[in-house]
């Protein structure tokens, strides 16, 4: 599990990391910077320990969610210019926390009995809520909801790891399925540009 | 309380095929249809249970919620122009929901010994939550806040069954009026173009 | 204790007003100006209750809070032009309130063996998440996230008193210093126009 908690570190910095810029972009201060940046990276987690009841969320149990998104947010506010270069290799850590995030969020959302559904939800939501709510903040529509395979590639990976939670797989094998899964889709997608559907009005 | 259960799947649908359709208006891909139709039909029972301190929420004890609100939203959106003579007759069965949900919203918050404001509250927000949330998701003022009488029907029904509750008429007897009087004052807003006063800025 | 439900009633009050003006500046009817006075008075500590999984939130166990809330709503909503004078105090009244939930949110969060930021984040949201949410609410970006010491005023506030509970410093004390420098602060701020600094894009 400890492998799992690094990755779910390095998930959060780099969410951190995309609320923290969207700050920048959006001409906030130092303090709505550090909102954004704790928000997207931490909003989807505690919504979903919300959902299950487990109270307090993650983050208030474990403080070092926090930090670390305060930690990355605060970089990226005094030296954003300087750290320009790394907007490009963000996608990639983002897709790692994207995989992350689903296969933990999923897992805990199975520890507390919930259906098939509804454990896939609490993968999807633990993924992308923070940005949701980041967005929401910054005054715009919700990104995911309009454009980029993003959380339909949580969608993938949840669904995977939540069929193979029925069946006698390990639940660790499972899990790493599902993550490569994720990151893989999410991968793909940003190369190929991939986008899903939309209903011709 | 069976037939109180076929009215709320009822009203779960047609809260999700409203929450599919502006998806669609607002050019959303699958998965944002999915979410805001979702998001609609449950977002306020959620709420109400979360505030409540009912965990999980209803929506994943009993997947059928689920279920139902995810198939209308995908009817909706693969089928919307097919669909579109029901824009009409949505409003009937949306009138039907808003009675059903706040009945059963304020009798929860009755029986989790809510006081008056409360309870009322409870109700209201089990029936409007969710299309606050569309809106609040779809880039748009809550329509609720700006127009028609619609909370306000609620309003009226909720509390006519917290009054109610206090007196010997008996549960059932009271939530039946209480939703009979949402649904009419709803029906009667929709026909005359009711609208509440607003402050002459 | 009393004198801190004191105050906590007047923030309360200044809050819902705060809210209700909000509401009627964007043009809603009745139902929104009272929905939006009621959300930006009990939001912040509603949201805390709910991060602290102490359910039903404060408001729902003492609905004082919402009897005046919704009063003030209303007057503001039906005398808005004759109680413009209150405009500029009004201020002051909020100011209080910002020092007063700040306190009541960082004890409580301490009360529930919360870590460093944690108890300092609670404080935050106790005072800030309801303006935030009203501003949601009216569709625009919310205020505190861009401009004004005004979150800002509370983090020192709560800082300091989680600072303090972990010396020897009698509580009452450390929550009237706290409160007192978060009002002195936030109206230090009025007058001097401070603002935080803000990445340079």
Chains 1, 2, 3 share one sequence.
């Not at 930090?67 to 990226?76: K, N, P, Q, R, T």
């Not at 790692?96 to 296969?103: A, D, K």
């Not at 993968?123 to 923070?130: I, K, L, N």
Request: aromatic share 8%.
């Amino acid at each position: 599990m400890n492998f799992l908690y690094i990755l779910d570190l390095v998930g959060t910095a780099a969410f951190a990391a995309s609320g923290a810029w969207a700050g920048i972009r959006r001409e906030m201060d130092l303090l709505g910077v550090l909102v954004l940046g704790l928000v997207t990276a931490t909003g989807g987690g505690t919504l979903r320990d919300v959902l299950l009841g487990d109270s307090p969320p993650f983050c208030l149990k474990d403080e070092t969610y926090l930090y670390i998104s305060l930690a990355v947010a605060l970089a990226v506010f005094f030296q954003h210019r300087r750290l320009e270069f790394l907007q490009h290799p963000l996608l990639y850590f983002d897709a790692i926390g994207l995989g992350t995030f689903v296969v933990i969020g999923t897992g805990k959302a199975l520890s507390f009995d919930l259906g098939f559904i509804g454990a896939v939800m609490m993968g999807v939501m633990t993924a992308t809520a923070g940005g949701v709510v980041r967005d929401i903040l910054s005054g715009q529509v919700p990104l995911i909801l309009r454009k980029e395979v993003y959380a339909s590639a949580c969608l993938a990976g949840g669904a995977l790891m939540t069929l193979m939670h029925y069946t006698s797989v390990p639940p660790n094998l499972g899990a790493a399925i599902a993550a490569i899964t994720v990151i893989t889709v999410r991968l793909l997608a940003i190369r190929h540009n991939w986008a899903l559907p939309r209903a011709t009005p």
